[in-house]
RNA sequence: GCGAGCGUAGCCAAGUGGCCUAAGGCGCCUGUCUGUGGCACAGGAGAUCACGGGUUCGAACCCCGUCGCUCGCCCCA
């Protein structure tokens, strides 16, 4: 038997509500702000992500999903949000429009992963970029956005996370300070962490094993190390976070396994678990559009993972609406009353409310018990007696009465309630 | 890429060498109730016990391999 391949999963009937609920509120307070909803590939030239999400990084280097198609092009399966929205900023020519340009989108992402707890092979995305405005109020806005996202959810246990990593003028220098920092105690590191010194020292800072974490405390900060400019962004990012009363904590930790950050990266976790908690991540990329052979051009973002966004839903029992099954079941009983009731379960739907066709193989009994078992709040019967007099019966199941009423004023009644 | 655990019907599972032609529960279907649901009772369908090999007189159960799933590390949403 075919199976969903490793790391995917169907996301069935009775688990939608939850997309349903997330998607709603994330266009709701998407639309508020301005911003417009953007869809691009699946798949993408392989160049756009090796040169915007960094050759050295672990996405590009063990987790795409690249291949070669029919005509010798090598695409890659999407395996982050924003490169392929700086693409079509480029490609549209957006830099003619007001800026700054706010976009979201919803889209599945790829990574070639081991799957576990909260990490798929493929996972969706919602996410935004602003792109064109270098200012802090920016970061501070979309922080607030993020923010927003959370508490109109209802994910009140959660932690925002706010640093600053510097830019390409100034993080070099801290980068090496460091180093240096870090080879005084290669005795104390763990073995990914004297890796780490090589190739990625700023993942040093997040290391979860404890001597690790120790020396992390003590650690040169990259916020301490600013250039001046930098400085400046990160201080005036902080006094409008402060003016806005967004509560967040400031984590030197924090470093984002992306290469395009610079300044401004934040998180949003869940406050009890560790693992796989991530549920929002995102940061400013001012030199990406540049990578991407654009002109000069900021940006910031976020991105939060629809699974993952569920999965505290349901750990934090929040309560989701349901989604609306249809209010009428039509069951019939004869083989007269068939066309008729396909017929009126057909002029209910065009009159704009739901009806379900109950299969008339089924004794009205059986008939009933799915009426039941599906939850909706009228059963029509339709037998020959009612089709010869031209009438139907209403059963109203939460309250087992029914009436029985000519077809017209029933129809007459629907189309008057749903107008 | 590394480490650990687990695979018995759609789901939850009992069973740890013969009484297993595999218990029970949920769900599904049918009947009791000849055209009326939820409850109850009765019945039914649904399992090559993940797959392959081995040990044994005998394997769901022990051993080996394979595959799959889950969890952790790495990394990330």
């Known amino acids: 038997m075919f199976r969903a391949p490793r790391g995917t999963s169907d996301l069935l009937p009775e688990q939608q509500k939850y997309w349903r609920y997330i ?4 266009m709701e307070l998407a639309g508020e702000y301005g911003f417009g909803r953007i869809d691009t590939p699946v798949f993408e030239d392989s160049g756009l992500f090796i040169r915007s999400v960094g050759e050295g990084t672990d996405i ?9 198609d029919r005509g010798g092009d090598s695409v890659t399966l999407r395996p982050e949000g924003t490169a392929p929205v700086c693409r079509a900023y480029l490609e549209h020519g957006m830099h003619n429009l007001p800026q700054p340009v706010r976009m979201y989108y919803f889209c599945p992402v790829f ?12 996972h969706h995305q919602f996410g935004v970029e602003v792109l064109g405005d270098p200012d802090p109020s920016v970061d ?3 922080i607030e956005l993020a923010s927003r996202f959370m508490s109109s959810l209802g994910l009140s246990d959660i ?29 104390r590191l763990c073995e990914d962490c004297l890796s780490r010194l090589d190739r990625n020292p700023l993942r040093l800072l997040d290391c979860k094993v404890e001597t690790c974490r120790a020396l992390g405390d003590e650690a040169p900060r990259s916020s301490d190390h600013l250039c001046q400019p930098c400085q400046e962004h990160w201080d005036r990012l902080r006094d409008y976070l402060a003016a806005m009363e967004i509560s967040y904590q400031v984590d030197h930790r924090l470093v984002r396994g ?18 796989q908690s991530t549920i929002l991540g995102g940061g400013r990329y001012d030199g990406l559009i540049e990578e991407l052979e654009g002109r000069p051009t900021p ?7 629809m699974e993952r966004l569920t999965l505290n839903l349901q750990r934090g029992g929040i309560e989701v609406p349901e989604i609306v099954s249809p209010s009428y079941l039509v069951a019939n009983v004869g083989a007269e009353a068939r066309p008729a009731a396909l017929k009126l379960a057909a002029e209910l739907r065009r009159a ?10 089924r004794a009205l009994r059986g008939q009933m018990r799915q009426a039941n078992a599906l939850n909706v709040p009228y059963a029509l019967i339709l037998g020959e007696d009612e089709i010869q007099r031209g009438e139907v019966v209403v059963r109203d199941m939460a309250s087992s009465t029914q009436e029985t009423v000519p077809l017209q004023d029933f129809m007459g009644a629907v189309a008057n309630r749903s107008a």
């Open 60 to 68: 590009v280097e063990k987790e795409m999903y690249t291949f070669e």
């Open 140 to 142: 501070a806005e979309v």
């Open 111 to 122: 990574r070639y992963e081991r799957p576990q707890a909260g990490r798929f092979r493929e």
């Open 258 to 275: 992306l290469d395009y950050y610079t300044r401004t990266v934040f998180e949003v976790q869940p406050r009890d678990v560790g693992g």
């Open 352 to 361: 704009g409310v739901g009806a379900i066709l109950s299969s008339g193989s």
């Open 23 to 26: 998607e709603s509120k994330a």
């Open 159 to 187: 932690d925002i996370l706010v640093n600053s990593i510097g830019d390409p003028e100034c993080r070099p220098a801290y980068i090496s300070q460091l180093k240096t920092y870090y080879s005084g105690f290669t005795d």
């Open 299 to 305: 940006g910031i973002g976020f991105a939060t993972g």
